[in-house]
């Protein structure tokens, strides 16, 4: 089955810094990548996504990166604000075989003010 | 516009006793729809899932069960509780069978087993 690796665990930035979020998977059936952001007590909120077709997205401040034949994807905050503080999760779906998205650990971000 | 309801949002309940939580989605039809739990830490742990109507697959086995009673309510339980069940209960539903699709989660159940 599918195997989703996200680094690193915990990542703190400065306001206005710049994070990056890398994921890597193990499937190379997998055409389709989203991420969830989880503001505490919350429920996770897909932010951006992505599909194999496609090597960047961006929407405002958040950007995804794709590389098929390294199999690993990325997410990029630019200008870091307190209020993206939150867990991030990317995952990973295949076309093939089971539709389940298999989701990575978790980042959790922490922006100081 | 589609949404996804869930409650309660607060549950704290004793060992032994019964559970039952509640997802409703709206605004769309024949959706999948998924229960996963996070336990204390970031981790989201597939619980069961259903393609449609009185289908339920179950991902671990436990003594938890689901069901779907309705095209857009799918529904979680226990008989008997455990310490070990408490955590945040996530519904989560998204537009079929199609690989294209992020899901769009409730805003959770938080179950303390005292």
């Known amino acids: 089955g599918e195997n989703v690796e996200q680094h690193p665990s915990t990542l703190s930035v400065q306001e206005g810094d710049s994070a990056v979020i890398k994921c890597t998977y193990s499937?190379?059936?997998?055409?389709?990548f989203p991420w969830y952001k989880q503001e505490l007590g919350k429920g996770p909120q897909l932010i951006i996504d992505?599909?194999?077709?496609?090597g960047e997205k961006k929407d405002q401040r958040i950007a995804v990166t794709l590389n098929k034949t390294a199999k690993h994807f990325s997410l990029h905050i630019t200008e870091t604000q307190p209020e993206d503080s939150a867990v991030y999760f990317c995952?990973?779906?295949?076309?093939?075989?089971?539709?389940?998205?298999?989701f990575g650990r978790g980042t959790s971000l922490i922006v100081h003010p | 516009s589609q949404t996804i309801h869930q409650w309660p949002a607060t549950l704290v309940q004793p060992v032994g006793s019964p559970l039952s939580l509640e997802c409703t989605v709206e605004?769309?039809?024949?959706?999948?729809l998924y229960w996963y739990r996070q336990a204390a830490g970031r981790g989201l742990q597939l619980l069961f899932y259903?393609?449609?109507?009185?289908?339920i697959s179950s991902e671990v086995p436990q003594n938890l069960s689901a069901s779907r009673p309705q095209d857009r309510q799918f529904i979680l339980s226990s008989k008997k509780l455990l310490l070990s069940d408490s955590g945040f209960y996530l519904c989560?539903?998204?537009?079929?069978?199609?690989?294209?699709?992020?899901?769009?989660f409730g805003s959770g159940t938080r179950l303390t087993v005292v």
């Open positions: 989560a539903w998204d537009g079929g069978g199609r690989a294209g699709y992020g899901y769009t």
């Open positions: 499937d190379s059936a997998s055409n389709y």
């Open positions: 992505i599909r194999s077709n496609v």
């Open positions: 995952a990973a779906r295949s076309s093939g075989g089971s539709y389940i998205p298999t």
């Open positions: 605004g769309t039809s024949n959706p999948n």
């Open positions: 259903s393609v449609g109507i009185g289908q």
